[in-house]
C-alpha cells in the first residue's frame, strides 16, 4: 500500500486535495481484484499517467507448490501481447535496411508452398495473410498445443504441409498465430541469431525492461517466473505452456515493464527515427475497406476513446495492454490463473472503467420490417444453406408469418432482402442468399436436408481418413443413426446431422465430398483460425 501510494503522491503535486478520491480509486481497485486470494494464484495491475506509474501492485501467490506470493517483480506469460515486440523487432529490420515489410515471406521462408499469390510481411503482421493457424490443424490431429513440445520448426514443418490459404491474401482478417511465428524465424534469418537475443538488446535494454524474456524454451530455467494454473473441480492444477514456439507469445515480463515499454515507443524512442508511426499504421483490404490490426497492435475505441490495445492468453496465463494516446493513459494487467475466464466482469476493465468511465449507452433504432410478407411467400426461403467459405450450415425455419435464422426472426425490408436484429442484410436470390455485414458479403447456397433417420443412412459415411495437410487419421463410426468422430480410443465425438453430407462437429463444420460415382471420397473441416482441412477416405 505504502509503494503505490508513494508512487501517486510523486505523480500528483498538491495531493492532499485528491487524498479521498484517490482513496476511493484504491477501494475500487482493491474491490476488482478481490477475487485473487492470497493463497491461491494471482495478478498484477499498473496505471500510468503521461509516463509516470501511478499505481502498481500484485495479489496471491506466484507458485502454489512452493509458496512464492507474486510480486510486481514477478514474470508473468503476456500471450499475444507479446506480438507486438515481434513485430517491432521486424519494423526495426525494415528501418535498418535489411527486409522490407512489402517483402514476400517466400524470400525468407522458400519452403512454404506457392499458393499463387505473393504472401507479405505487412499482411502477415496484420493477419491478412490467409495462413492457416499451425496450432488449430495440430489440435485436429489429437495432439493441440500444449500437449507436445512444439517449437517454431515443429510449426513450420505443419505450416509447409498445408496447400491452401484460409483466404487471398489482403481479403480478409483472420487471427492466425502462424504469422507471428513466421516472422520470428524471420528474424534469425536475416539477423542470424534467435529473436530473443536480438530483442534484448534492441528492444528490452533501451525500453529499461531488464527482467524481461522470451520463453526462448520450456525447459528454460527462468529466475522469478509465475507457475500458471487452471481451476478444476479437484481445485487449481498446473497449467504451463509446455512449448518452446514463441513470437506468436512467449514473452515473460511484468506489468510494470510492458507500462515502459509502452512509454518508450509512444513517446518516440523506438527507432530512429520513431518508429511510432508505423507501429500504428493499420491496412486496407483489397477492396478498400480499412482494417484496425496494425503491427501486432489493435487500434480502436475503447469507452468512447481513441485506444491501440492486445489482450493475451497462453495456456492458464492471461495478459491485457491498453493505451489512451490523447488521455496519456496505460493499463497492463498479467495473470497466472484462467480460473475467471468466465467472469462477467474482468478486473482490468474494471480498473479501466475507474479512470475513462464506459459512456452511457446509445440507444440503437430498432431495425422494422418495412416490406408486407405472407407465410406463403415465406416458405419458399426456408432450409437448409451451405456457407462457401468453410462450409457452415445455417437453417432457416418459419413460424407463422416470421422467418427465422438460428431462432431469431428477420425482418423484411423488399422484396427477397431481409435484415437481422443485428443491421444485417440478407439477399435473396435462386437457390442462395447473400449475407452482407460491414461491406463483406458472405455467400449460402441451399442445399438439401440431411435424411439419417434408419439404419445404413449413416453407415454410407464410416470410414477411416487420412489428412496429409494436418498429418491426422480419423475413423468416422457408424452406429444405427447416430455417426461419431474418433481422434483416438479416447476422443470420441458426435457429428450433428445438418444438410446433406453436412455436419456439425466439436471443431467446426464438416462436409463430406463425393467422387464421379457419387460415393464417398473425404471431407473437409473447418476450425476458426484453419478453414476446410482436407481428409481422404483411405478404408
Known sequence: MKRFLLLFLAAFSGAGAYAQTWQDTLTRIEAAFARYKPDGPGAQMAVSRNGKVIFSKAWGMADLEHNVPMTTQSLIEAGSVSKQFTAAAILLLEQQGKLSLDDDIHKYVPELPDYGAPITLRQMMQHTSGLKDWGSVAGISGWPRGTKGYDNNDALAIMIRQKTLNNVPGAEY??????????????????????????????????????????????????????????????????????????????????????????????????????????????????????????????????????????????????????????????????????????????????????????????????K???????????????????????????????????????????????????????????????????????????????????????????????????EDADARITIKAEGTAIWFIQKSDQKFPLTPQYQDGFDSPYGPLYFQRDAQNRISGFKISLGRARNIPFVKVK
Open 369 to 467: 420490417g418495412t416490406f408486407k410478407t405472407t407465410g406463403e411467400m415465406l416458405r419458399e426461403y426456408t432450409g437448409w444453406y451451405k456457407r462457401s467459405l468453410d462450409g457452415r450450415g445455417v437453417k432457416l425455419s418459419q413460424r407463422n408469418d416470421s422467418l427465422l435464422l438460428g431462432g431469431s426472426p428477420l425482418l423484411p425490408t423488399a422484396k427477397n432482402t431481409f435484415k437481422t436484429a443485428t443491421g444485417n442484410t440478407l439477399l435473396f436470390s435462386e437457390g442462395q442468399f447473400v449475407q452482407v455485414s460491414n461491406g463483406d458479403s458472405l455467400v449460402y447456397t441451399a442445399v438439401e436436408f440431411a435424411n439419417i433417420n434408419k439404419d445404413g443412412d449413416a453407415a454410407r459415411y464410416a470410414g477411416e481418413y487420412y489428412s
Open 174 to 367: 483472420i487471427y492466425s498465430n502462424s504469422n507471428y511465428n513466421l516472422l520470428a524465424i524471420v528474424v534469425k534469418r536475416v539477423t542470424g541469431r534467435e529473436l530473443a537475443r536480438f530483442s534484448e538488446q534492441a528492444i528490452f535494454q533501451p525500453a529499461g525492461m531488464p527482467l524481461s524474456v522470451w520463453r526462448l524454451s520450456y525447459r528454460l530455467v527462468v529466475k522469478n517466473r509465475t507457475m500458471a494454473y487452471a481451476r478444476t473441480n479437484r481445485g487449481f492444477e498446473n497449467d504451463m505452456p509446455n512449448e518452446s514456439v514463441y513470437g506468436q507469445g512467449g514473452l515473460l515480463t511484468t506489468a510494470e515493464e510492458l507500462i515502459k515499454w509502452t512509454e518508450f515507443y509512444s513517446s518516440g524512442k523506438f527507432g530512429s527515427p520513431s518508429l511510432y508511426p508505423q507501429q500504428i499504421k493499420t491496412g486496407l483490404f483489397n477492396n478498400g475497406k480499412p482494417g484496425n490490426y496494425a503491427a501486432g497492435l489493435v487500434i480502436t475505441p475503447v469507452n468512447g476513446q481513441d485506444a491501440i490495445i492486445h489482450s493475451g492468453a497462453t495456456a492458464s496465463y492471461r495478459a491485457n495492454l491498453e493505451y489512451f494516446p490523447k488521455l496519456g493513459l496505460v493499463f497492463a494487467f498479467l495473470s497466472n490463473t484462467s480460473a475467471f475466464d468466465g467472469d462477467s466482469t474482468n478486473p482490468a476493465s474494471l480498473v479501466r472503467n475507474i479512470f475513462i468511465p464506459e459512456p452511457a449507452a446509445a440507444k440503437k433504432p430498432a431495425v
